[in-house]
């Protein structure tokens, strides 16, 4: 696992947390649940790749 993905995942929930605030508190709620959604939805993309990655790794120690 690399610190630069680490540090990505850190920028894309500071920026979905900044967002949501500013939503919120002018009223658009639905808007500010959708962008944590989609937030938690490009967090999870960028981790697919390293568990495909851990899951490759592991067969191979396992001889699966």
Do not use: W
Request: aromatic share 4%; no cysteine.
């Amino acid at each position: 696992m690399d610190i630069t993905l680490i540090m990505k995942i850190a920028g894309i929930g500071f920026l979905v947390s900044i967002a949501y605030i500013v939503l919120n508190k002018s009223g658009r709620d639905e808007m500010a649940m959708l962008v944590s959604v989609a937030g938690v939805v490009i967090v999870l993309v960028m981790i697919i790749s390293q568990l495909s990655e851990l899951l490759d790794s592991v067969k191979s120690v396992f001889g699966l």
